[in-house]
C-alpha cells in the first residue's frame, strides 16, 4: 500500500516572544498560514518494520535527524505497529528556510502513516503526537490559518486572511531558530499587536494586515545576517504591499493584492536572488 500527502509551506504573519520559560522555550504568540509552496511525501509500505527515507535534496539528512523520519518511528512504537515504511521527500520549499518545511513533512507524515497503518487517529490525536517532534509540527497537522500560543502548539484557529499573492525570497544561507531565540533581548523588542491583526484577519482587511506584520525574531536575524535585510528592503521597494521575515528566517516574504504588481517584484528580485517564489495564500 502506498499513498502520497502534500506538505504545505508556512508563513508567519505575526510572531511575538512574550517570555523565556523555565523549561528554555520561549512562550510565543504566533499568527501562521499555509501558503501554496509544498513538499510531496510519498509513503509506501514494507514488510521488514523498517524505515527508510531517501530526499530529493542531497543535503536534507535521511537518518533519525529528518523530522519525518521521527515521526513515523514514534508512530510505530506507541502503537506497536509491525510494518516498516518507505518515505520519499520531494523538496520543493527550501531548507532552513524559516518556512517549516521539515515540520509540514512530520505532520504530512502524520497523517499519512495514520491512513496507511489504520490507526483512527483524530486531527487534535495527531497535532499532540506532533507537539513532541517539534513547535510547528501541531499547526502543520492543521494547516490553514491559527493563532499558535505555548511553545507554539496550542493552536487555535482564525479564519483565513483574504485572497492575495505571496513572494518569498531566500538568501543562500541558512539560520539556526535556536541561535536567534538565544540572542533574543525579550525585555527590549517592540511587541507585536496580536489582537490588532487577528481583527484585520476578521474583517477580511488587506492593507490592515500588511500594517501590522510583526516578527520580533527580525531584530536579531537582520544584525546577524545584512543579506536578509538588503532583500526586505529591496521587496519594499519594488512594491510589495506588506513584508515580513518568517520564523527565524532567512526566507522573507512579501503580500502582494495585484498581479500587475506581482510581476515587477518578483522580477526585481530575481535580479539578485536565486531562490524566489510567487504562490499564493492556501484559504481553508
Same mark, same amino acid.
Given at each position: 500500500?502506498? !499513498?502520497?500527502?502534500?506538505?504545505?509551506?508556512?508563513?508567519?504573519?505575526?510572531?511575538?516572544?512574550?517570555?523565556?520559560?523555565?523549561?528554555? =522555550? &520561549?512562550?510565543?504568540? @504566533?499568527?501562521?498560514?499555509?501558503? /501554496?509552496?509544498?513538499?510531496?511525501?510519498?509513503?509506501?509500505?514494507?514488510?521488514?518494520?523498517?524505515?527508510?527515507?531517501?530526499?530529493?535534496?542531497?543535503?536534507?539528512?535521511?537518518?533519525?535527524?529528518?523530522?519525518?523520519?521521527?515521526?513515523?518511528?514514534?508512530?510505530?512504537?506507541?502503537?506497536?505497529?509491525?510494518?516498516?515504511?518507505?518515505?520519499?521527500?520531494?523538496?520543493?520549499?527550501? +531548507?532552513?528556510?524559516?518556512?517549516?518545511?521539515?515540520?509540514?513533512?512530520?505532520?504530512?507524515?502524520?497523517?499519512?502513516?495514520?491512513?496507511?497503518?489504520?490507526? #483512527?487517529?483524530?486531527?487534535?490525536?495527531?497535532?499532540?503526537?506532533?507537539?513532541?517532534?517539534?513547535? /510547528?509540527?501541531?499547526? !502543520?497537522? =492543521?494547516?490553514?490559518?491559527?493563532?499558535?500560543? #505555548? $511553545?507554539?502548539?496550542?493552536?487555535? &484557529?482564525?479564519?483565513?486572511?483574504?485572497?492575495?499573492? +505571496?513572494?518569498?525570497?531566500?538568501?543562500?544561507? *541558512? +539560520?539556526?531558530?535556536?541561535?536567534? =531565540?538565544?540572542?533574543?533581548?525579550?525585555?527590549?523588542?517592540?511587541?507585536?499587536?496580536?489582537?490588532? @491583526?487577528?481583527?484585520?484577519?476578521?474583517?477580511?482587511?488587506?492593507? #490592515?494586515? !500588511?500594517?501590522?506584520?510583526?516578527?520580533?525574531?527580525? %531584530?536579531? %536575524?537582520?544584525? @546577524? &545576517?545584512?543579506? +536578509?535585510? &538588503?532583500?526586505?528592503?529591496? @521587496?519594499?521597494?519594488? *512594491?510589495?504591499?506588506?513584508?515580513?521575515?518568517?520564523?527565524?528566517?532567512?526566507?522573507?516574504? *512579501?503580500?502582494?493584492?495585484?498581479?500587475?504588481?506581482?510581476?515587477?517584484? =518578483?522580477?526585481?528580485?530575481?535580479?539578485? !536572488?536565486?531562490?524566489?517564489?510567487?504562490? $499564493?495564500?492556501? $484559504?481553508?
Amino acid at each position: 500500500m502506498k !499513498c502520497s500527502v502534500k506538505a504545505p509551506a508556512k508563513i508567519n504573519l505575526s510572531l511575538d516572544a512574550i517570555r523565556k520559560r523555565e523549561d528554555g =522555550y &520561549h512562550e510565543v504568540e @504566533m499568527i501562521m498560514t499555509t501558503v /501554496d509552496l509544498a513538499d510531496r511525501i510519498d509513503l509506501t509500505l514494507t514488510e521488514d518494520g523498517k524505515i527508510k527515507v531517501d530526499v530529493s535534496e542531497g543535503f536534507v539528512p535521511s537518518d533519525h535527524r529528518n523530522l519525518a523520519y521521527q515521526a513515523a518511528s514514534l508512530l510505530q512504537e506507541r502503537y506497536q505497529v509491525k510494518q516498516g515504511v518507505s518515505i520519499y521527500i520531494t523538496k520543493r520549499i527550501p +531548507v532552513a528556510a524559516g518556512l517549516a518545511g521539515g515540520s509540514s513533512d512530520a505532520a504530512a507524515t502524520l497523517k499519512g502513516l495514520n491512513d496507511l497503518w489504520a490507526l #483512527g487517529l483524530s486531527l487534535d490525536e495527531l497535532a499532540r503526537i506532533g507537539a513532541e517532534i517539534g513547535s /510547528d509540527v501541531s499547526f !502543520c497537522v =492543521y494547516g490553514g490559518t491559527a493563532l499558535a500560543t #505555548g $511553545r507554539g502548539e496550542i493552536i487555535t &484557529h482564525i479564519e483565513s486572511p483574504p485572497s492575495c499573492w +505571496v513572494i518569498l525570497a531566500k538568501p543562500p544561507i *541558512g +539560520v539556526s531558530t535556536a541561535d536567534v =531565540y538565544k540572542r533574543l533581548k525579550v525585555e527590549e523588542v517592540e511587541h507585536a499587536k496580536t489582537e490588532e @491583526m487577528i481583527k484585520a484577519i476578521k474583517n477580511q482587511d488587506f492593507n #490592515g494586515i !500588511c500594517d501590522h506584520l510583526h516578527n520580533v525574531l527580525e %531584530t536579531v %536575524t537582520l544584525e @546577524m &545576517h545584512p543579506e +536578509v535585510r &538588503h532583500i526586505k528592503e529591496q @521587496m519594499q521597494r519594488f *512594491g510589495a504591499d506588506g513584508v515580513l521575515m518568517s520564523g527565524s528566517g532567512p526566507t522573507v516574504f *512579501g503580500l502582494v493584492e495585484k498581479e500587475s504588481r506581482l510581476h515587477r517584484v =518578483y522580477n526585481g528580485l530575481r535580479g539578485f !536572488c536565486s531562490d524566489v517564489h510567487a504562490v $499564493r495564500l492556501i $484559504r481553508s
